[in-house]
């Protein structure tokens, strides 16, 4: 390989880096997206749910993704 | 836990017992308590549906105002889009995203959406199929005409409407019936006998015709695309000359490849189910379930073979023409088998769901299916 090709290759491969580094150096996750969903508003309704015999229940409202949101727990008394 | 399945497009979010007020009443009968959310949104929107439930888990000593000592395990347990929750949440990609991290013992989805993505494409092929068999092929995505056009895409394919059935015609009706059987697991029982003709299923598929594939806004960018798919009303090894013309004929449409992305600081808006699960889960289909069909079961199924996962899976056929359309007895049975496993009892039997030849079986099924449905053959003579 004579002086010219040398500087060529080398000229090249500092291109290459070069291209190398700009591509890791650019952010890989897509930038952010807006959707529908996120813009909707919902109203948990209060459960009223009857305690059956022999177990007890809990319910009302508590914190969601998305907002408030409704919860029945019912655990048996034994 | 038990998570809902979906709730419509409405504002009000209503908690519903788990499957029915008996079920409820035998799981506590067994020791069980349990808990359920309405989520804190409607529409299609599982990562509420995790996180919400997730997080009601997690307040359970709270919530009850400490009157209990901490669950000695936490199952999880839904239907149709809660069976998709249920899936998902015992999901690694689940396990190392969500905000409210639960490790469930065991789940077992019901007649759950067990492949998210297969099930818009299932929806969207079968109404663009529809649409092209009738006559109106549709020549745009989305096909914002289709609700319009329904009584006459109907009309195209249907010789028979009546509140509860809906017999296909014999050429293009039957087409249909046939390109479904297909995209939902092939040739079995119960599913173009009674399964394809439920009035109330076709309603509920046609009603998503016209769709912009973003599953009304819980994406961003569509996820639905059928570039690849061949259609086919017929069971040879190729296609036959018209269902290649019929293919050419079709109207293709390209899904966004990020329509699905990695969100940060929590789970995707279409939480993934790759078979990933650690824990013994449990699922029933019904064979006729035009809406959520059979094909999510081999789905599911691939998926855990794939991870070498499937000792960790039972599956179960029902012969019922409905989505969801399970007895009492199937479930509690279902239940009393997933619990004993999850204890440390030996894994239940379940059903083979991948072998065509034994799918196609008249009595596939039988072995789990304790009610004989209107209009389904009976497993004994």
């Known amino acids: ?78 | 836990m038990y998570a809902h399945g979906y709730a419509g497009t409405g504002e009000a979010l209503n908690v519903t017992p788990p499957i029915s007020a008996d079920f409820g009443n035998y799981m506590l009968s067994q020791g069980y308590a349990w808990a359920a959310s309405s989520y804190s949104a409607n529409y299609y929107d599982v990562r509420a549906g995790i996180e919400d439930t997730n997080a009601l888990a997690q307040q359970f000593g709270v919530l009850t105002q400490n009157r209990y000592t901490a669950p000695k395990a936490t199952y999880i347990m839904g239907v149709s889009m809660g069976g998709n929750v249920a899936a998902a949440a015992v999901e690694a990609e689940t396990l190392a995203t969500a905000k409210h991290k639960v490790r469930y013992d065991a789940a077992m989805p019901l007649c759950g959406v067990l492949d998210p993505p297969y099930e818009f494409q299932w929806l969207g092929d079968y109404t663009l199929n529809a649409q092209q068999l009738a006559g109106y092929g549709a020549a745009s995505s989305p096909a914002s005409g289709f609700q319009a056009l329904l009584p006459d895409i109907t009309a195209g394919l249907f010789s028979s409407v009546t509140d509860t059935t809906w017999t296909p015609n014999a050429v293009q009706g039957a087409r249909l019936r046939d390109v479904a059987l297909n995209l939902t697991g092939g040739p079995r029982p119960v599913f173009d006998a009674v399964g394809f003709e439920s009035a109330t299923w076709q309603k509920a598929v046609l009603g998503t015709g016209g769709s912009d594939g973003t599953i009304n806004g819980i994406l961003a960018k569509p996820i639905y695309g059928n570039p690849d798919v061949t259609y086919r009303w017929t069971q040879g090894a190729a296609p036959t000359a018209a269902e290649t013309a019929y293919n050419q004929s079709i109207l293709r449409v390209t899904a966004d490849p990020a329509a699905n992305p990695p969100q940060s600081g929590g789970l995707r808006w279409l939480p993934v189910i790759e078979g990933t699960f650690k824990v013994p889960v449990l699922t029933m289909h019904t064979l006729g379930d035009l809406y959520v069909p059979f094909g999510h079961e081999m789905h599911y199924f691939k998926a855990d073979q794939q991870n070498g996962n499937t000792v960790l899976l039972v599956q179960r056929a029902i012969r019922a023409a409905g989505h969801c359309e399970f007895a009492g007895p199937e479930v509690v049975t279902a239940f009393n088998d997933w619990m004993a496993w999850a204890s440390g009892g030996p894994r239940p039997a379940g059903d083979d769901v991948m072998t065509p030849s034994t799918i196609a079986d008249v009595k596939y099924g039988c072995k789990f299916t304790l009610a004989t449905r209107p209009g389904v053959d009976a497993c004994t003579p």
């Open chain 1, 1 to 78: 390989m004579n002086l010219s090709h040398r500087r060529f290759a080398s000229l090249l491969l500092s291109g290459l880096l070069l291209t190398a580094c700009t591509m890791t150096s650019r952010p890989t996750t897509q930038p952010p997206q807006t959707r529908l969903q996120d813009s909707r508003v919902f109203t948990a309704a209060t459960p009223t749910f009857p305690a059956l015999p022999g177990a007890s229940v809990y319910q009302g409202g508590y914190d969601g993704e998305h907002g408030k949101a409704g919860y029945v727990i019912e655990v048996p008394d034994k």
